[in-house]
């Protein structure tokens, strides 16, 4: 059974499709990558996955059961992990407070998970005092990620991780989620960053006008000269 | 007019069946009311229930139109009728034929010299003094000039306190008063205005809380410019009064002087409200963002809304305080003055100007009906509560007023959540 | 000196007790906008509820004070607190949750706040009267004379028992909230809550939860704030548009959604108030042989008069809204 399904998935905001029709499924140790232009329903894909949208035709199934259209704080509570895109930190609250709101639902594990998270990103562990609000954008996002980290999701969400980072974060950050998939957390993000992205994706997904264009595995795609093309600027 | 609008042409006619029904309604109610308590009570009633629709027509524009929320319609009414009374009666000579009108203007001078003086201080770095000294300078300066003429002050009014009792008023036409007051408001509304502009309606809401209390407090206070508790009364009245037509006739005829202001102030607001001005200020009200990314001076259009609003409040508080000729400034209150007229707004329909003037006449028959209305039912508990053997507190009558203040709070919360558009809400089009 | 102690009995203290029931109203209030945005304008009559609530309970068991030694008021507070924690849940449910669930602006919260200030202010007169009374109901007013171990000092420094004890019951409150927010799980979710909405959900937070939290520390925080106002003079119940706006004012000086900043802006605000109204003559006499005879003759140098005491927090709202909108601590941006 597959950790992640969704299929054919429609939705919107407002009355207006975005998602017309999208399939996508992940095994419990994938990293998934979503690619594709601008507008093409990426982040939106996401953002239903996570209960942020509504879905009014197709299915999501977490390990078999549907789970579309559920509020956020229950699927967190069925091990499911989401990282904005923008505003992922609280950014008045310490690094560390950050990190316990994350374990919000699991109070049990803060130690344990902290350490794990610290372990991750060690930066994080000599800025635990600091507000996460002070931070640089690429200790912001370990912030989020290791937020999203301590509820020990089985499945983590990144909309575009190492947006607006420069590129020595973002080879630090993808290799941190090679690491944590590598942990055993299936990963499903949305890159920018197509062809670094699409380097340590098991399964790629390429999305165009709120539909699967193409869906292979991360290798294969960076292959095809097709989507070379279209879709990774040549 | 040779090009219509799209707003014009395209909304369907219909039979206002809804405006009809609940204007007839009105009509039964205060048949009712002469009919049980006769036509000089009735009378009083409409004209006071139409002075308070010039107060909800100043509210609904700018809550209604503009979103903009006062909850100081008190300061800006008692304002209004500060200036019915000062204007309108008649002039003091224990005061004007003193030395003291000599004393008061030049306290007035020196407040002014004041000002100038430490607006010059605050330039001063202009001529090369530094930032942090100019403002050390300018602060202490203020301080000092500020206890100075406050001394001045404190000294001349209480000369005209004990001297005169208070400087009188200037014997002009009613009308004077009005148009003052009107003018006054708008000033303390740019004022207010000015300073919220920009910020989060909440703002504005505190400022024109807070700036009612202070209003009235001068009011209440300034015994050498309104007497303050001791009340001014009677105030002339624009028309004929009761002592020489009767009360029916007089007052009805005082009734007809606010129902043609009344028409002017809606034949006017609905031409605005279909104008580009208008419906640039519905723009704003809708979408900020959007509008303001079409190049629309938000904030100014915001801040002509909100004077137009204190305006006509100010006209209307005078034209109320002028009809019960009487100037008490502790006779304001912010449930008679600012939570009756916000009623009367969003129960009529909030932006609809046909509905705010029903909500103001609706409510104020119920407001006017209601304490007699609650007293016999206080009687009635007291009479109950005597039969088994109760001892009932003695200020039953106070207490059975406020029962009112908690209808209108409920008033208020139901028809955000079950009417929240009013009664007659307002037609919206889409406009492009 | 004896005008220094003259401006400690007359400025110190009394600043340092409005101050204190300023920055515990302003909490709450800034606590509501944190939280769910908008201006709660009940608060103020939150407040008079729970000093009712205490006066209730304290005409009910008289004797209960004397158990413990110290007034019945102070003993019935924690039962005043969760009745009007209690209240302000319930309000929340009736009122702003549907609200709320309609997706409307805040300022239509704001106006419903204002509706149901008026319906508290009707129950509590219709039911308590409109006069002032005591919370002392049994207990006599003790007065600490404090002398001074300074030669040539006469006057003592005066502090009322109810004094002594709103200070030791504000510093309580603070350290407790402080605790409460910095500490434990619920606090930190607040915070998290007040910071970024979207993302307490994401991670689990159930927000109804954390505004029923709120609606209950507002609550406890308004019964003890109303307590403190009602101990230092008397219980009145049409305080609550005069205390409205220098606890608004407090909470914006402080920075809108900033607890500590509303601690901060509550004292700030009391100080001003104590200091405008204070006759600055008294503490030019020592220096009456170096000074101009014009300045001793008026006999008033106050920079306003009691009456005019709620123009001081508007004076400070005008000057911070100008000046820095988002208050001294940086408060939210609106």
């Not at chain 2, 807070?210 to 009364?233: C, H, M």
Request: charged share 15%.
């Amino acid at each position: 059974m597959p950790l992640l399904d969704a299929r054919d998935v429609h939705g919107g905001y407002g009355g207006m499709n975005i998602l017309n029709g999208v399939n996508m499924t992940i095994e419990a140790d994938d990293i998934g990558v979503i690619v594709g232009p601008n507008g093409a329903g990426k982040s939106t894909m996401l953002k239903a996955v996570f209960g942020l949208l509504f879905v009014n035709q197709g299915q999501i199934l977490l390990r078999g059961e549907p789970i579309h259209n559920l509020p956020p704080n229950q699927l967190v509570e069925r091990g499911m992990g989401f990282v904005p895109q923008e505003n992922n930190v609280f950014p008045s609250l310490t690094v560390k407070e950050n990190l316990e709101m994350g374990a919000y639902l699991k109070p049990g594990n803060v130690k344990r998970m902290l350490d794990k998270v610290y372990g991750f990103f060690p930066p994080l562990f000599e800025k635990r005092h600091q507000p996460a609000g002070e931070l640089s954008g690429g200790q912001r996002q370990m912030v989020a990620m290791g937020r999203a980290l301590m509820a020990e999701p089985d499945v983590l969400l990144l909309d575009e991780p190492t947006a607006g980072l420069s590129p020595l974060y973002m080879n630090e950050i993808l290799e941190r989620v090679k690491e944590i998939n590598a942990a055993g957390v299936g990963i499903l993000m949305v890159e920018q960053n197509a062809k670094q992205a699409l380097a340590i994706a098991d399964k790629g997904f390429v999305l165009a006008a709120g539909q699967n264009r193409f869906t292979d595995t991360g290798a294969a795609l960076l292959a095809d000269p097709e989507v070379a093309k279209s879709f990774l600027g040549g | 007019m040779e090009t219509k609008r799209a707003d014009t042409v395209t909304a369907p006619r219909r039979f206002p069946m809804r405006e009809v029904v609940l204007f007839a309604a009105v009509l039964v109610a205060v048949l009712g009311v002469y009919a049980v308590m006769g036509s000089a009570y009735g009378t009083r009633m409409l004209v006071e229930a139409a002075c308070y629709a010039i107060l909800a027509l100043g509210l609904t524009i700018q809550w209604g139109y503009a979103g903009q929320f006062n909850a100081g319609v008190m300061g800006f009414v008692a304002l209004g009728g500060f200036c019915a009374m000062f204007f309108s009666i008649p002039v003091n000579p224990a005061f004007w034929d003193s030395e003291l009108p000599g004393e008061l203007g030049l306290a007035l001078l020196y407040m002014i010299g004041a000002v100038l003086l430490v607006f010059g201080a605050t330039r001063l770095d202009r001529v090369g003094v530094p930032k942090v000294l100019r403002t050390v300078i300018a602060v202490l300066l203020a301080v000092v000039l500020y206890l100075v003429v406050i001394n001045v002050f404190r000294d001349v009014t209480g000369q005209i306190e004990s001297r005169a009792g208070f400087i009188g008023g200037l014997g002009l036409p009613v009308g004077v008063g009005w148009v003052v007051g009107g003018a006054l408001a708008g000033g303390v509304g740019y004022f207010i205005g000015r300073i919220c502009l920009g910020l989060r309606s909440d703002y504005l809401a505190i400022a024109t809380l807070g700036i009612a209390e202070i209003i009235k407090a001068f009011l209440k206070n300034s015994d050498w410019l309104t007497r303050g508790t001791a009340t001014v009364s009677p105030l002339p009245w624009p028309v004929p009064g009761p002592g020489e037509v009767g009360f029916t006739l007089a007052r009805a005829l005082y009734f007809s002087i606010t129902a043609v202001m009344i028409a002017v102030i809606f034949f006017l607001l609905t031409r605005a409200y279909h104008a580009p001005w208008g419906r640039m200020i519905r723009a704003i009200r809708d979408n900020e963002v959007s509008a303001a990314a079409m190049g629309k001076d938000i904030n100014k259009r915001r801040l002509e809304i909100f004077v137009l609003g204190c305006i006509l409040m100010g006209i209307g508080g005078a034209a109320l305080a002028s009809f019960n000729s009487i100037f008490d400034p502790q006779g304001y209150l912010p449930l008679n003055h600012t939570f009756l007229v916000l009623v009367m707004v969003i129960l009529g329909g909030p932006g609809n100007n046909l509905g705010t003037i029903f909500g103001a006449v609706a409510v104020y028959i119920i407001w006017i009906m209601s304490a007699p209305m609650a007293l016999f039912l206080m009687d009635m508990a007291m009479a109950l509560g005597a039969g088994l053997g109760w001892d009932t507190p003695t200020n039953m009558d106070s207490r059975a007023l406020q029962a009112r203040v908690f209808v209108i709070g409920l008033l208020i919360t139901l028809v955000l959540r079950f009417a929240p558009k009013g009664l007659l809400p307002e037609k919206v089009k889409h406009h492009g | 000196m004896n005008e220094l102690v003259f401006f400690i009995n007359n400025v110190l203290v009394s600043g340092s007790v409005s101050g204190s029931i300023y920055a515990i109203g302003a909490v709450g209030v800034t606590l509501v906008f944190s939280i769910m945005r908008f201006a709660h304008f009940a608060h103020a009559d939150m407040m008079t509820f729970g000093a009712f609530m205490v006066l209730l309970l304290t005409s009910v068991f008289p004797g209960a004070g004397a158990a413990f030694g110290v007034p019945t008021a102070l003993v019935m507070l924690p039962l005043a607190m969760a009745l009007t924690a209690l209240l302000a849940v319930g309000i929340d449910r009736a009122f702003y949750k549907p609200l709320r669930a309609h997706g409307v602006k805040p300022i239509v919260l704001v106006i419903g706040s204002l509706g149901v200030t008026l319906m508290l202010q009707g129950l509590i007169r219709l039911f308590s009267g409109t006069g002032g009374q005591s919370l002392y109901v049994d207990d006599r007013k003790e007065i600490f004379r404090l002398a001074l171990p300074i030669e040539g000092v006469r006057v003592p420094v005066v502090i009322t028992e109810p004094q002594f004890y709103l200070f030791v019951l504000t510093i309580v409150a603070v350290v407790a909230l402080h605790l409460f927010l910095s500490r434990s799980r619920l606090g930190k979710a607040m915070r998290a809550m007040s910071d970024n909405p979207d993302l307490a959900q994401a991670s689990g937070i159930n927000t109804n939860t954390i505004v029923a939290v709120t609606w209950v520390i507002v609550g406890g925080l308004a019964a003890i704030a109303g307590t403190l106002l009602s101990l230092d003079v008397t219980f009145k119940p049409d305080l609550s548009f005069f205390l409205l706006l220098p606890i608004f004012a407090a909470a914006i000086v402080g920075g809108v959604g900033r607890p500590y900043g509303a601690i901060a802006g509550g004292f700030v605000v009391g100080f001003a108030e104590t200091l405008a109204v204070f006759n600055w003559s008294v503490m030019l006499r020592p220096f009456r042989d170096s000074l101009p005879e014009w300045l001793l003759q008026s006999g008033n140098l106050a920079f306003v008069g009691t009456e005019y005491k709620i123009v001081v927090p508007f004076f400070i709202l005008v000057a911070i809204l100008i000046w820095r909108p988002t208050g001294i601590f940086k408060g939210k941006v609106i």
